[in-house]
Structure formats: structure tokens, C-alpha cells
């Protein structure tokens, strides 16, 4: 009954944000800027939702998640601008792909992972993500540093249908997968691995499946993010891209979809509503960032969740009487 | 005779490279060897030791000498304020928070750079003012050789420091096991203020180096050799101090041999290789000690 009513709550509200963005679109009361800025905010939710994956759910750090959105999206592009179909089935083909090369490319990384944990993983993703980089850098089909361009614009603003669909293709993915038996097994392996090992989780299997999955929507966001700005450079694909994602998991609340989501809208929203102050943004950014954790972890934000946890014991003793 | 010779020539750039690396790694590897943390702010500590360096030299026209240790003084006050108000508070979070609090950090030192010296890049001649020497048909530049000697001077100080004196044992007792440590009558929180203090020190002069070498000043110049010493100090394995120091320098040389004989382009591809391989045959660095893990 719980979960019905919750699924009920969800699907309304997809609908809302959907039919909202359309009658904005349609009425033209949005302006240039705040129109374009419609597929990166889906494009980072789907980035943000995969990466909290690993990170919220499965409990180990990556700083290469824009080696595997570049990777669907050099895929995805190069695909449409060479097969012969008409462009919304190249497109369909682009995203598959892009998505199984991304996966492919998880699938290697996720062997390190077997081996390594906490800041070595860290640094070897990070690592991972730079190789990528450079190689495409250095590659002749995929344009080099000048990059790649003339990609058809399928996924901009006057496509948000396709768009929300994706997004909300890739939310349900992960939750579906979090509420199922393998979530929790994934969450016991965050929670403690040691425990999860001797209960006769398979810890590695897990860890490379969480790694493929995340790699696979993370390709397919490249996809999407490719055909919205029309042209790539690997340069929009360094590191400190994998850490603005890995930063809106992060304040979302890590393990938490509604979280990251909500992060995710917010964080590409606002340096761009903020340009009066253009000087200031990012200083305001990262002091917001340094405040938040150091807010997250004080003894006030303690004493707050314990008086919470207090009422909410009372309330259930009062119920129980 | 002239391959050998571009060899040399190539493996004495890895060196002054690597040295660089080297001095910043330390760095790295110091903290996280007490704190426990990656201080991910330490590349832009080198920044504000270049754009220091240019305001006490070139803005207040102060002699060189009083310059360079101007630098690594507010260089190390700066790492001691950037402790205290951002890592200290989280002694006892988890690692992810920390991390991200030292991400946010790096931004926030970077950004104020950019507001105070804008972003156009400003021209700043090296200070080294030794001409360099000629051995057979090898040449060395002055920096080549400013480097390499600033490096091995402040190695073996570090060295000694750490194994010689009290506060060095302090420093060894608290990365070993910091309750213990407290235990014994050890001030926990002014080793690791030392500890900062000393880290960010070298970096200082990590980048008044990097700043004789490159010559242009820009609010961003840490973050490279910031990234590529974090990967010497895992290189090494984390925490150890001559692994640190051995990981630059491997780094080093790996760098300007690839970018000489194979690709500019995939110098860091390969680079970023190397570390992936050596991480996967030893999971904790060369010269790092592996801890097994007790329920």
C-alpha cells in the first residue's frame, strides 16, 4: 500500500515537472538562455543519478565519470554523423551504443576495483578518466583537439519529450535496481563489505555490475549531451567535470536519488541565473560547498537529527499506547 | 653518441620535472599520512606561491632572498588557516566529506586568485639568476641546476628532520596511531598544524621552481602539477615519504622520455598507465607498506 501510494506521488510529479517545462516552452515565456539550459539540467540529472551509484550506493569514490560520458558521447556522435539512416534511428543506434561502449569501458575499470578501495580506487579512476581523454586528444577520427562538429542537434530544447523520457528512463533504472534484491546487496557492501562477504554476497560481481551499469547511463547522458551542443572537445571532458558531478551527488545527500536529482537541477540552474554576478559565482560556489560539508558534519546538525529522531520515537510510543 | 646524448638530455629533464613533483608530493603523502585525508587544495597552495613570489619580488620590489622566504612563510600560514577552518572540524567525518571539502577548497583558493590577478596570464622572468654549465656536449641550465639543488637539500633536511628530531618523531608516532599518540602526551592537533605547515612550505617552493621553468603566471597553474604529484605520491605509495619522492622522479622521467620518443599528446595516457599497472601488480604503491584490513 506504502509503495503504491509513493509510485503514485512519483508518477504525478513526473507528469507535473513534464507538463510544466512543455507550457513554459510552448508559451515562450522562457528566454533564450533559460531554454538552452533544458537538456544540460537533464543530461547532469542522469549524470548525477548514475554516478550515485557508486558513489551514494555501492560506497566507493570515482573521479572518472566524464571518461565514460565522453566516451557515449564521442560514440553516439561519430555514429549519426556517419550511418546512412534517417536521423532519429541513427540517433536510437547512437544511444545504444554509446551506452555499450561506456559499459564496455566500466567493465575494464571495474577490474581494478576488485583489487583496489577508497583513495587508490580514486586515483586510478581519475587516472582512467585522463587516459580516455588524451587518447581521443590525441585520436584522428574523432577531430583531435579541435574536435568533433556539424553533430545534429536531436536532443535540444525542441526535443524535450525525447529528452525527459531518457532521464526518466535512467531515474527508474537505478531506483528500480536500489529497491531490488541487488540494491541491497549493493547498500550491504557499502555498509560493510566484510559482513556482506561472509553472507555470501558475491562482492565482486556486484561492485563490476554497479560499475557497468553506471558506465552505461553515463554513456547514454554523453549521447544526449553530444547532440544537444552539436560539437565536442575533450576538453569539456577533463576531470574537474567528474568532480562538478561527483559534487552534486555529494550535496544531494549521498545515497539518495531524490537528492542528486534535485542537486543536479539546482547546481546547473544557478551559475547561470547568477550571471549579474558572473565575478562571483564560482567563489560563491565553492564557499557554499565548504560550508555545506562542514554543516553536514558539526555537532548542530547532530543535535538537530537527534531531537528529530527523539519526536519521531515519541510519536511512535504515543501511537503505540 | 647523439642518441645516447638525447637520452641524457631527456632523463635530465625528467629530473627537474620530477624534482618538482617530487617536492609537491610530499606534500600529499605528509597529510595524508597524518590526516588520513587527501588535500586536494595542496596543487593551488603551488599557485599561491608563484603569484606570492611575483607580488613580493616584482609588486613590493623586496630582495629576492626576503621574497622566497615571504613566500614559504604565508605559504605555510595559509596551509595551517586552511586546516583549521576546513579539515579540523572533520577529523572524524568520513573520507568522502573531507575530500570534498578539500575539492571545495582548491576552487575557492583558485577563484580568489582569479578575482585579485584576473585571468589573462601574466609574464613573470624566472628569478634564477645562475648560468647554466656545460658538461662534455651536455648542457645544463641554471634552473636545471637550482632545481636539482633546492630538491636535494630539502630532501635530506626533510629527512632528517623527521627521523632525527623530536617533533619528527611526534609526526612518525601520530601517523602510526594518533590515540596512541595522544596517549602518550603528544599535542595531536599541533603535529598536524606542523604537518600542514611543512607541506605547504615545500610546495611554496615547488612553485617558485615551477614558476622559474614556466615563466607565466595563471590562477589555474597548480592543478597540473597538483594532479600529476598526487598520481607520484600513490605512485610511491601513499603516506611513505621517500616513496613520494621516488614516484616524482619515476614520474619524471617517465613523462619527458614519452613525450620525447613517443607521443606528446599520450605522454599522460601513458603516464596515468604506468600508475594503473603498478597500483594493479601492488595494490599499495612501490614503496608503500600494505595494511591488512581486521574486522
Known amino acids: 500500500m506504502e509503495n503504491k501510494k509513493k509510485l503514485l506521488i512519483n508518477v504525478v510529479i513526473a507528469i507535473v515537472v513534464y507538463a510544466a517545462v512543455m507550457i513554459l516552452l510552448n508559451s515562450g515565456l522562457l528566454n533564450r538562455q533559460m531554454r538552452s539550459l533544458i537538456t544540460p539540467i537533464c543530461t547532469n540529472v542522469m549524470l548525477a543519478v548514475s554516478l550515485c551509484l557508486i558513489v551514494g550506493f555501492l560506497g566507493e569514490l570515482t573521479l572518472g565519470h566524464a571518461g565514460f560520458m565522453s566516451l557515449g558521447a564521442y560514440t553516439g556522435a561519430l555514429l549519426s554523423l556517419n550511418l546512412p539512416f534517417p536521423p532519429y534511428v541513427s540517433l536510437f543506434i547512437a544511444i545504444i551504443a554509446g551506452g555499450c561502449v561506456a559499459a564496455v569501458a566500466g567493465a575494464i575499470i571495474g577490474i581494478p576495483v576488485l583489487r583496489l578501495r577508497g583513495d587508490y580506487l580514486a586515483i586510478v579512476t581519475l587516472g582512467f578518466g585522463e587516459i580516455i581523454r588524451s587518447v581521443i586528444n590525441a585520436l584522428d577520427i574523432t577531430g583531435g583537439a579541435r574536435g568533433l562538429s556539424g553533430i545534429e542537434r536531436l536532443t535540444n530544447y525542441n526535443h524535450f519529450t525525447l529528452v525527459f523520457v531518457l532521464t526518466l528512463i535512467v531515474i527508474v533504472v537505478v531506483s528500480n535496481l536500489i529497491n531490488s534484491r541487488h540494491g541491497r546487496a549493493i547498500c550491504a557492501i557499502r555498509d560493510n563489505y566484510i559482513a556482506a562477504e561472509a553472507c555470501g554476497i558475491p562482492v565482486s560481481r556486484f561492485k563490476i555490475m554497479a560499475f557497468i551499469i553506471s558506465a552505461f547511463l553515463a554513456g547514454i547522458a554523453g549521447v544526449v549531451y553530444a547532440h544537444n551542443i552539436g560539437i565536442l572537445k575533450p576538453a569539456n571532458f577533463d576531470y574537474n567535470t567528474s568532480i562538478e558531478i561527483l559534487v552534486m551527488v555529494v550535496l544531494g545527500g549521498m545515497g539518495s536519488i531524490k537528492g542528486s536529482i534535485i542537486a543536479a537541477v539546482i547546481l546547473t540552474a544557478l551559475p547561470e541565473l547568477l550571471r549579474g554576478a558572473a565575478d562571483y559565482r564560482m567563489l560563491i560556489y565553492s564557499i557554499v560547498l565548504i560550508a555545506m560539508m562542514l554543516f553536514r558534519n558539526s555537532n548542530f546538525n547532530a543535535a538537530l537529527i537527534e531531537k528529530k529522531n527523539l519526536k519521531a520515537m515519541q510519536k511512535l510510543q504515543k501511537e503505540g499506547k | ?295
Open chain 2, 1 to 295: 653518441m647523439s642518441l645516447l646524448n638525447s637520452i641524457l638530455e631527456q632523463l635530465i629533464n625528467g629530473l627537474r620535472t620530477g624534482s618538482i613533483y617530487a617536492l609537491i608530493a610530499i606534500g600529499y603523502t605528509m597529510v595524508y599520512g597524518i590526516a588520513k585525508m587527501i588535500n586536494f587544495a595542496h596543487g593551488d597552495i603551488i599557485m599561491v606561491g608563484a603569484y606570492a613570489l611575483y607580488v613580493y619580488s616584482s609588486i613590493l620590489k623586496l630582495p629576492l632572498v626576503a621574497a622566497i622566504i615571504l613566500t614559504v612563510v604565508t605559504c605555510s600560514v595559509l596551509g595551517i588557516i586552511t586546516e583549521k577552518i576546513a579539515y579540523k572540524p572533520l577529523r572524524n567525518a568520513p573520507s568522502l566529506a573531507v575530500l570534498i571539502t578539500a575539492i571545495g577548497m582548491s576552487f575557492l583558493l583558485q577563484n580568489v586568485a582569479l578575482l585579485i590577478f584576473k585571468a589573462t596570464p601574466i609574464p613573470f622572468a624566472s628569478v634564477v639568476n645562475v648560468s647554466g654549465i656545460r658538461l662534455g656536449s651536455l648542457y645544463l641550465s641554471g634552473t636545471t641546476l637550482v632545481t636539482l639543488g633546492v630538491t636535494v637539500i630539502a630532501m635530506v633536511a626533510l629527512t632528517l628532520f623527521v627521523n632525527k628530531t623530536k617533533a619528527g618523531r611526534a609526526m612518525r608516532a601520530v601517523s602510526e596511531d594518533r590515540g596512541a599518540a595522544e596517549l602518550m602526551g603528544i599535542s595531536v592537533n599541533a603535529t598536524i598544524s606542523l604537518t600542514f605547515a611543512i607541506g605547504s612550505g615545500l610546495a611554496a617552493v615547488a612553485g617558485i621552481l615551477y614558476i622559474s621553468q614556466y615563466e607565466t603566471l595563471m590562477p589555474t597553474l597548480g592543478a597540473l602539477p597538483g594532479i600529476k604529484a598526487f598520481v607520484a605520491a600513490v605512485l610511491g605509495g601513499i603516506g611513505s615519504i621517500p616513496g613520494a619522492m621516488f614516484g616524482g622522479i619515476i614520474l619524471g622521467i617517465i613523462e619527458s622520455l614519452s613525450k620525447a620518443y613517443i607521443s606528446t599528446q599520450l605522454s599522460d595516457a601513458i603516464v596515468y598507465g604506468v600508475l594503473v599497472v603498478v597500483l594493479l601488480v601492488k595494490p599499495s604503491g612501490l614503496l608503500g607498506k600494505l595494511k591488512i584490513e581486521k574486522v
